[in-house]
């Protein structure tokens, strides 16, 4: 079968590369995809929103099935136009995906199924806005309702820093319309963990857990970024903690799902943060986490096709699901000035020096020729498995810096400490 794969990040990468392997796969087609993408499959010059271009492809090139990496094409409706068209598609519809779309529509799912998360109020006028603040403790923390490509949300540590974002979101609207309405929310002071899930009609069924690490500097110092680091599993989910999120989160959100008639067929990637003993949920995302797909893909021990295609006919089982024991890491190299201005077009040099047992993937390349060059802040995952989680995570440093370019940064403690606050 052919298969489209949409994005072009280190998650699509991970996922064309999990694809390759099935044995049901002829030909891997990528849009827009990057340098990595362009090894196992066919890159196809079309931007992530062009959903005309897209749909027009897939029918002229017959594609048996189309997988989508990041949600603004699931919010812009990409899975219904297709559909319609009769074009097989994994992904979720537009409806749901405002799970991801709209913090206050999650936030308000959760509160109304009783799903553990932190105690909040939206508001869309900014006066309203900042005389709710007296309600909340600090820090506390301010999110902008839509997309705002991992940047809208911000903690506050004071009254002074509180107004400020309020100011720059309802007030100077930096993000747009997307911010037209603020989240304030309690912080929560815990351990953070992904969990992503299979999620078709009455079931959700979750992958393995993951540990992403968010900020840029060792010791979770500096800000916020898309992801620099992630192992799997995490030494975290303790059986007692799976048995409490199940219970807790999981049956309430299929609960939910069902009464709010929303026909849930994809990921359903959960945000957590561990308070104490008790998992709360931070967010949900509607698609595979960037990095953490980077580290589940080479545990996951069954054809990923199948996984899709039962998801999408709703036949998925918890069984079809099956893991490697093995551990699985992944440090991601970034050019310097990431998550804030950096260079593009660098050149990278000593990929091909790297041991067998190291998984490459790109995040931001592209090739001019023969020469690999940087195409965006995160640039390269080195990622490998192992008999424990040390034995991946000395594998990854010990090849790592057979890699150079200019203004390549990593993080050294990916996998050494998993406390964050
Ligand atoms: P979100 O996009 O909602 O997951 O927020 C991005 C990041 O901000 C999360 O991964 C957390 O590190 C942090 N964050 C979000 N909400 C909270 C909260 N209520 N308490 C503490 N940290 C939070
Ligand atoms: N790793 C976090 C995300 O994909 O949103």
């Known amino acids: 079968m052919k298969v489209l794969v949409i994005g072009s990040g280190g998650r ?25 993408t362009g090894e196992v499959a066919e890159n196809v010059d079309i931007n992530v929103d062009d959903l005309d271009k897209l749909l027009d ?14 949600e603004l094409p699931l919010v812009l409706g990409i899975v219904d136009r297709f559909q319609e068209k009769g074009l097989k598609i994994f992904g979720v519809n537009k409806e749901c995906a405002r799970l991801e779309a709209s913090k206050d529509f999650s936030k308000k799912f959760m509160e109304k199924y009783n799903i553990p998360t932190a105690k909040y109020m939206t ?23 839509g997309l705002c490509a991992g940047k809208g949300v911000v903690i506050c540590n004071n009254k002074d820093e509180a107004l400020a974002s309020l100011e720059d979101i309802l007030g100077k ?40 690490y968010k900020k840029i500097f060792d010791n979770d110092l500096g800000p916020n970024t898309g992801g620099v680091g992630c192992f799997s599993p995490s030494p975290l989910f303790t ?39 008790e998992p709360k949920v931070l967010e949900f995302n509607v698609r ?72 490459l993937y790109h995040n931001g390349t592209r ?16 990622t490998a498995l192992g008999e424990s ?3 991946a995570r000395n594998k990854v440093y010990s090849n790592i810096d057979k890699i150079t370019f200019n203004g390549m940064y990593y993080r050294k403690d990916i996998g050494k400490t998993i406390i964050n606050k």
């Not at 699509?12 to 340098?35: D, F, R």
């Not at 007692?240 to 959100?253: G, M, S, V």
């Not at 009464?259 to 104490?276: N, Q």
Request: proline residues 3%; charged residues 35%.
């Open 389 to 391: 989680l040390e034995e």
């Open 123 to 145: 508001y869309t006028d900014i006066n309203e806005a900042k005389e709710g603040l007296k309600d909340f403790s600090y820090p506390l923390v301010i999110k902008a309702d």
């Open 288 to 359: 595979f986490g960037d990095p953490e797909t980077e580290v589940l893909m080479p545990r996951l021990d069954v054809d990923i096709i199948d996984l899709f295609e039962k998801t999408i006919d709703g036949s998925l089982e918890e069984a079809d699901l099956k893991w490697k024991e093995e551990s699985s890491l992944t440090v991601i190299i970034t050019s310097k000035g990431y998550p804030g201005e950096f260079k593009k077009g660098l050149e990278i040099r000593g990929i091909e020096e790297l041991d067998e047992d190291i998984i």
């Open 57 to 70: 492809f897939a029918m002229e090139n017959k594609i048996d099935l189309t997988v989508v990496g990041p």
């Open 239 to 277: 059986r007692e903690l799976r048995e409490r999120i199940e219970k807790d989160i999981l049956k309430n959100i299929i609960y939910g799902l069902n009464k709010e008639k929303m026909d849930f067929r994809g990921i359903l990637f959960i945000g957590l943060m561990i308070v104490g003993e």
């Open 367 to 382: 090739y001019e020729g023969n020469n690999l060059l940087t195409n965006g802040g995160r640039v390269l995952s080195v």
């Open 12 to 36: 699509e990468h991970a996922l064309c590369w999990k694809i390759s392997k099935s044995p049901k796969v002829s030909k891997i087609y990528c849009a827009p995809g990057n340098g990595g």
């Open 173 to 212: 609207k930096v993000f747009g319309k997307e911010g037209d309405r603020v989240v304030i929310e309690e912080f929560l002071d815990g351990v953070e963990a992904s969990l992503l899930c299979f999620v078709t009609k009455d079931r959700i069924i979750p992958m393995e857990s993951a540990k992403d």
